[in-house]
């Protein structure tokens, strides 16, 4: 007879499959060892060498499209315009062979991809090849594809395309026009790779689906409110803003809402209310273990992405964000939501500010060189938790992003008590925290 495991066993499983799902959402896919297998909820991407990534998949095969069905805005993508022609541009060169799924497909020189660009949209001046240099750095951020050396193949999160989509993507490639130099020679290109953070996978590879983590859940449900309830998890997990309570019935429905809630913390997450409207949040008790080096058996790649606001309530769970991108970060805030506060112009519990922090003031108080100031605002933007505010033809500043809709009120304590040490360290609020959690 075959035992199941003692219900601490069982504990400690569902734990660490929450943990894994919630290091995938916040540094992007997870790297795992030769034979590791996915935990439930997760496809595995396997190279020949019995090494792979593994990364979340949406459940009942749906896609975070949905949310255009119900005219929910998703979190906006930089210049997405030019970020969508590249990936396709990519996909042109890199799926060679249309009879088989278009991942992992084969390497291409970066250089194909941008002149195969160039053809789409029939533009050659400099300001396109630019944008189109930042597209392939935004692609490969979010591990869409994956660059080395003047090489570009399909990342990892292209193998998530349901295979109902694949016809369609084979029409897009086949009405793409060539690039007019159809042979080149690799060249690296440090400037677009200096911050890669995927290995260039060897050629080969196959995608094998987990272990389904929900079926449990919603099979005690008829299909249309199973259909409600993966769509209230779609929304509140890829929804740019918290969406209203009225919209959906599984928010609506306290068994419902109490089903979501159970779904949600498989995968390390929360629902979090503002009022009539919900979205969802990393778990607290999950935030410290974010904070540490995975196991080498299953190591989260080093992305830039970021566990979300949540992470930057305390800079020992920020790990995803360097020195400069702290520093960064906390001055916007500062300048942005604490003096505002200070001044009565903003209410107590409120992250989010219509007070722009200019470029020059970050300039002005900080030590960053120019270049990691640059780039370090291109991350946080990237990341969802700084936004820009234009005014005019100038830039008008930064403010906090979307992410701070994503705080729990724990989360919400903690970064303002971080707020208050960074911005008067020496004041005597300052010495009550740091009281407070010496006694803890």
Not at 41 to 59: A, C, E, F, K, Q
Not at 70 to 95: I, S
Request: glycine share 8%.
């Amino acid at each position: 007879m075959t035992s199941t495991g003692s219900p601490a066993s069982e504990r400690g499983r569902s734990a660490g499959q929450a943990l894994a799902h919630a290091r995938a959402r916040s540094g992007g896919p997870l790297r795992l060892g030769a034979g590791v297998p996915a935990p439930a909820g997760m496809t595995r991407l396997t190279r020949p060498d019995s090494t792979g990534h593994t990364l979340p998949v949406w459940p009942d095969g749906v896609t975070p499209s949905l949310l255009e069905e119900y005219q929910v805005a998703a979190v906006p993508v930089e210049r997405a315009g030019e970020t969508r022609r590249v990936l396709a541009a990519t996909l042109k060169c890199c799926w060679n062979d249309l009879s088989v799924d278009p991942w992992p497909g084969d390497p291409a020189p970066v250089e194909l991809v941008l002149d195969t660009y160039r053809a789409l949209i029939g533009r050659t001046d400099d300001l396109m090849r630019n944008w189109a240099r930042g597209a392939l750095r935004r692609l490969h951020d979010s591990a869409w594809i994956v660059l080395d050396d003047g090489v570009v193949t399909l990342g990892p999160r292209c193998a998530l395309w349901p295979a109902e989509s694949h016809a369609q993507l084979q029409e897009l490639v086949r009405r793409l026009p060539e690039p007019e130099r159809p042979e080149l020679t690799v060249v690296g290109d440090a400037d677009i790779v200096a911050a890669a953070v995927l290995p260039l996978p060897a050629a080969g590879g196959r995608a094998e689906l987990g272990v389904a983590e929900f079926d449990d859940l919603l099979g005690a449900y008829d299909e249309r409110r199973r259909a409600e309830l993966v769509a209230a998890f779609m929304v509140v997990e890829h929804a740019a803003e918290p969406v209203a309570e009225g919209r959906f019935a599984a928010l609506r429905d306290p068994a419902l809402r109490h089903t979501l809630g159970e779904m949600l913390a498989r995968r390390g997450r929360v629902l979090i209310q503002l009022r009539e409207r919900w979205t969802s949040g990393y778990d607290d008790t999950l935030t410290a273990a974010l904070a540490q080096p995975p196991s080498p058996a299953s190591e989260p790649e080093a992305g830039l992405e970021t566990a979300g606001a949540e992470a930057a309530a305390r800079p020992a769970a920020v790990a995803g964000l360097g020195v400069s991108e702290r520093a960064v970060l906390t001055l916007v805030l500062v300048h942005s939501v604490a003096i505002p506060r200070a001044e009565g112009l903003l209410p107590e519990d409120s992250w989010l500010s219509p007070h722009p922090t200019p470029v020059e003031e970050l300039r002005r108080h900080t030590q960053v060189p120019i270049g990691e100031l640059e780039s370090a605002l291109r991350t946080l933007r990237h990341a969802g938790l700084l936004a820009q505010v234009k005014a005019g033809e100038e830039a008008g500043g930064y403010v906090p992003g979307p992410q701070f809709h994503r705080l729990t009120p724990a989360a919400r304590r903690r970064l303002q008590e971080e707020l208050i040490l960074a911005a008067g360290p020496h004041t005597p609020l300052a010495a009550a925290v740091r009281a407070r959690r010496s006694a803890q």
